[in-house]
Every structure is written in structure tokens, then in C-alpha cells.
């Protein structure tokens, strides 16, 4: 039989006393049983009892937070080392406090379980596994055991726990407070000491409104270390339940800052790509903190600078999938993605590249797209994904398509894919470096449409062919035979120096063929070639009708002609069929009047010009001059003998007279001076002739001719001195007259 004897007070009256004794003293000290219950009158007190000789063991015990209760071998004085404890715990403790006498550990299925059991010695055995007194040193080695047993250490952690607003209520809170006291004050001042302090005090003061002072100075302490921390410290934050902490927001909003003002170090991604990853899943993290850091990238992606946008493209080089998420959570806008274009790496795993690629496609950002594609595929193959996602109008991204290419590449890609796009982009580098189009096929389309490209950015670019002439003149071959020919190539090259046609074997083929400006510019050049050339020497090759009337009209020729020597202008005059003769005349009156000396060849080459001209005005000046004295034309006389006078021919001994080449010189001069025939102005009479002895028939030439033969045959009078004195007197300056006047050889024949 057992006998229980019970004493029932209640609860909250018995925790706010200190001093357990007075109750105990009502418990019976032998066993019997009362005839009745009743209630007691007792007189509480709050004297603290002096410590039993195993208090601090007790204490150290139960500030262990094992699991099971602390284990007093024997049950002598248990009462006392009760009354003791009870003393100097504090309300909440005492709330939950429970003891008793045990057999063993099956014994305690009370709520709660017992604290602190007294059990036999012989039952030792029974609680092996289990805190025993008898195996704990007296000495108060923890801030939590001083706090239980009333030593002087203890007060700090009765008032840090009043500082927080921590009430234990367990004994297993004690270690927990003392850690969170030790992490405030002795341990060093780091995040996670920090971090864990937070958590501790979460634990041990859930109401905000507790310890608002502690919980504020370590939110404080908090936020100055989140000012160097790193992104692994702040991933200690992502569980972190701060309900009890009045302030905690102020926590959140600096870590957002954290996050936006972050130059994100690449020695931090692994941590960062996790904050990520448990920023996007729910489950992963608390809902502020996910806010925070979301909130914080949304802020660093709108802040000028790479910083952010290198990240994000290692970011997602280590975790491909993070990219959908990260660009959600950036928001990004036409300047992040500018400085994500000028970030971009040069190579990216394809993976990783797919994703990007997949959303600037989906988003038209071609200038995105075009960086992306160039990280995974090769240059003609990120081209051609650049063209399909760009409207045909747009090249915006198709160079940063092809960065990493060479221009080597480019061009060669070009004429591969043969996308207009493609060859205008191409055609800048091949502008810049003609040499690039060396080794192209110019006998294709695509060939010759990437040359006019390079030609409309430098027209330099005509070098750029192996044999640039060949080239362009295949162009115009196929121009002269109808297949097509790239639009603006001849116009582009009509401005180079391949524009002079002279080599060109159809080039009197092509002028119909062409536009007039084209025309006028090939012209042009031409016509500037051949005499550039012809100043060198003789004309280099025989112009065709335009070319012919296309060099007369140049405004260079006249330049060009007083600059040259006289065999050179004979030789262009001579290719030159419609050569106007006056102009001929001025060229040489200017020549001879800055005194340029003519070979006897080039005279004659001038004669033989005349003749073959039938320019009588300049056998006449070349006639004069040698009457002025020029001796020098005389080779040029006598190459256009057959149209000079016979007079001339006599006087200036150009050649030798016949008899009757004299008297038809004389007959010549006669007819001209007296066109009526001899008896015009009575000449015959007053020569001493008979008018009755003339012809009166025929034109005055005929007369003459007849008149003449009479004197010639000395058929009557006049005779021929007296004839041409009679003249002489009718016209006295006239030199031809004196010239048959004065020659005696003559006048004595008759």
C-alpha cells in the first residue's frame, strides 16, 4: 500500500515565493491518515534559504540541457536541496518546475517531466545515460549554473534576459540564454555571432514588445555589420524570424540596400547565385528577405555601371537556370540591357547562352541577342541566328553577333550567307582593310555587292581586289553583254582611279550602256587618263567618236596642249579628226610666242596635219611666217606643197617652177588683180596693147589666160615689163608684182 499525502497550493501563488519551507513543514513526517481535509492558512515568505552542500551540482546539472532529468543518488536532504533551488529561480522557471522520487526512468510520464529525481543508490544503475549529481563538479562552470545558484556571475544573465525580455520558462532556455549573451558580449563581433544572437533572442523573447531596449541595440549591431558583409553572411539571414524584434523591418530595408549598392565581387558568386535561387523559391527562405534581396537586385540592376551586369552573365555561366528568374526579378530596362550588351563575356556554355538568347529574342533587345549568340556559336552561325531574329531593315546587333570574329571571318561570312545586312557590315571592315576582298571571286554577284558595300564607306576599297581593274572590268562586260550587275558599283568606281576605260578592250561598247551620270564620269576620267598619257608621248591607244568629241570638249585639253611639246600636241591633234583648225592656229601662235623650238619632224608632221586637213588658213600662216622669216617652217611647206600657191612656192623657193607654172602664177595674180580681164581699167591700152586684139569672150581668167599667151609667144604688144609696170603703178605695195617685176630671168623671156 501507498500512502500520498498531498499539499495543493495554487500556481501562481507559489511562484512569485521564494521560500518553500513554510509549505513543507505541512507535509506529514510519518504516515497516517488524516481524518479530514482542510484548507491551511499559510504564511508565505521570500527568505532565501542557505544553499544545500549539493546546490551547485544540481544547478550545473540541469544548466547542461540534457535530455531526462538530474539524477540525486539518495533521498536524505533531497527536501533541502529543493528549497534551496526554488529559491533562486526566477518566476518563470519555477512555473515548470517538477521533482520527485523516482525508481526509474519509467517512473516519469508526468507533464511536465521532472526536472530534478532523487533515486536509491541501489538503482543507480537504472539511470545510466542521465545527468547524476554525484558526477558533476561543484563548481559553477557555466553562467547559467551561477544564475541557479544565487552566484554573483549569475546576475549578468538575469539581466541580460531582462534586457531582451527573455522569461525562461525550461531549463534547457538557460544554455540558450547564455549563449546569446556570450555572442553579444565575450565572443568577437562578427555577423554570424550576430546572426545567432538574433535567432537565440527570437527564441527566448517572441513578443515584441519585451525587451525592446536589448532587442533594438542588437538589431543595431545587426545593421553596422551588414555594412561589410559579405553575400555568404547574408545568406545566414534567409531563415532568420525576427516577429519578436519590434524594429526588424529597419533589417530588411538595409539589406535591400545591401543589395542594391552591392559591386557584387566574383570571389562571392557561388553565394550569391544561392541567395538567388532562395530569393525565387518560396520555400526556401523567409518572405521578407526574399523581398529584401529581390528588391535590392531590382535596385542594383537600374544603377549605372557594369558591376551588376557582369554578374549577371557569371551568374548564369554557373547556373543556367537562374536566368528567367533573374531577369524577372531585374526588371530590366533599355539601359540594363545596354550594359548587359557591353558586359557580355566572349564565351558562355551553350546552355547558359540558350537562355539569354531565348529571352532578348522574346523580348526584342536584337542588340542582346546579338552579344548572346556570339558567347556559344561559331561567327557565320551566330550571323545567321542574328538575321533570323532581326527584321530585314535591322542590323542593330548582327557586329556584336560576330565580335568575336575576325574581319578575316567576317567577310568570308558574308559572301557565305549573302544577307544584305551581313555584306554591309562587311563591307565597313573590307573598307577599312581593302586587302580583305583579295582573294574573292569578283565574277559573282554577292562578290561584287560586297565591293560596292566597301566602296560606299571608302571608295579606297577599289584596291581591294587582286587585280582591281580585271575586276571591274568584268563588271562592265557583263553590263555591255545584259547580266546584271550590282547596283552603284560603277557608279562607286567611277570616282576611283579604275574610272580611266583605256585598257578597256569593249570600251566603245559600253558608253551606250551606261547612265548619263556613270557616262560623265567615266568620260571624264578617260579623257583625263589619255592625255595625262599622251603627255608623256604619243597618244596611248585611238579615241572612238565620243571619246574623240568628249577629249575636244574637256576643259583640260588647251591646258593640257600649252604644256606639252609640239611632236606631243601633233600627235593628239592627229588622233583627233574634228581638231578645229582655229584652235590648232592659237595653240601654235601661243607656242611660237613663248618661243618653244620645233624639230624639222614635228614642222613636217605639222604640214602633213595641214594637208591632210585641208587647213588652207594654216598653210597660208605658215606661209606668212616663212615670209617673215621663220626659215624653220619650211618643212612643214613643203609636206602641204599642194596647197600652197605657185607664186609662193617660186617665190619662197619652196620647190622648183616650171615656164608654165610662172606664167600661170602671173595668170593668177592678174585674174586676181583685175578680175574683168586685161582691158579692166584700160590696163592693155595703156600697157601700149590694142583692145581690138583681144579676146572679148570668156570670163576675165579666160582673157587673161589668152592675153597672156600672146605676150608669152611675142604675138604684138604690150610687152610683159611693160604689162607689169602699168600694174606695178595701179598697185604699187603689192609684193607679188614687184617679186615678177624684178625678176629679170622672167621678164626677158618675152
Partial sequence: MVLSHALIVPLNDLVSVSDLRPLLAWLMARPHAPLAITPLEVELGNDIPPAATDLPAAAAALAQRSAGPAVRLGHQDFDDLVVSLWARLWPAL???????????????????????????????????????????SPAPGSLAAAALTGHEQGTLLRSFADEIGAEATAF???????????????????????????????????????????????????????????????????????????????????????????????????????????????????RQWREAVLGGLRKAAGTPGPAFARAVWRWVAADPELTRPLWTAARPDHALVGRLVEAAPRMLPLRAAQHMIDIAREERFPRLHGAAVSTAFPPCEAARLQLTAEPHSVADGLELALRNATPEEIVRCSVDIGDARMIDLAGNYAARTPVLLADLDFSTQTVQTLWTASLKYDLNAWQGPANPQAAFHAALTDLIDGRPVQDGLIRCLSRTPLADLGAFPRRSEVWAKLSSLDLDALTRATVHGWLEKACTGLPPFRLEPHLQTAVLRSPELDSQLSRMEAGEVVGIVTALPTFDEYRFRRWLRAALSHGQRIPPSTWEAIGDLALDRHWKHTADELTGMLRQGRDDVRPALRACLPMIGLLDRWRLK????????????????????????????????????????????????????????????GIGNPHLKQLLNEMRNDYPANQPLRFFADNQEFTNER
Fill in 94 to 136: 519555477r512555473r515548470n518546475f517538477a521533482f520527485r522520487l523516482s525508481f526509474g526512468p519509467s517512473d516519469l510520464v508526468e507533464t511536465p517531466t521532472p526536472a530534478l529525481v532523487c533515486t536509491p543508490h541501489a538503482l543507480v544503475a537504472r539511470w545510466r545515460g542521465h545527468q547524476r549529481l554525484d558526477t558533476v
Fill in 172 to 286: 534547457s532556455e538557460l544554455p540558450l540564454l547564455e549563449q546569446a549573451y556570450r555572442l553579444t558580449t565575450d565572443t568577437p563581433d562578427t555577423i554570424d555571432n550576430t546572426i545567432t544572437a538574433v535567432r537565440l533572442v527570437q527564441r527566448l523573447s517572441p513578443e515584441p514588445s519585451h525587451g525592446t531596449n536589448g532587442k533594438a541595440k542588437l538589431l543595431q549591431r545587426l545593421l553596422h555589420q551588414l555594412e561589410t558583409a559579405t553575400a555568404g553572411d547574408v545568406l545566414t539571414l534567409r531563415n532568420l524570424d525576427m516577429q519578436g524584434f519590434e524594429h526588424a523591418q529597419a533589417v530588411w530595408t538595409h539589406l535591400e540596400t545591401w543589395t542594391g549598392d552591392n559591386t557584387f565581387p566574383p570571389a562571392q558568386d557561388t553565394s550569391f547565385t544561392t541567395m538567388i535561387q532562395d530569393a525565387i523559391h518560396t520555400s526556401k527562405s523567409t
Fill in 654 to 713: 619652196l620647190s622648183a617652177i616650171s615656164p608654165a607654172e610662172r606664167w600661170k602664177a602671173l595668170e593668177d595674180l592678174a585674174a586676181e588683180l583685175y578680175p574683168a580681164g586685161p582691158n579692166d581699167q584700160e590696163l592693155w591700152e595703156r600697157a601700149g596693147g590694142r583692145t581690138a586684139d583681144l579676146d572679148q569672150r570668156g570670163s576675165g581668167r579666160t582673157r587673161w589666160h589668152q592675153a597672156l599667151q600672146r605676150i608669152e609667144h
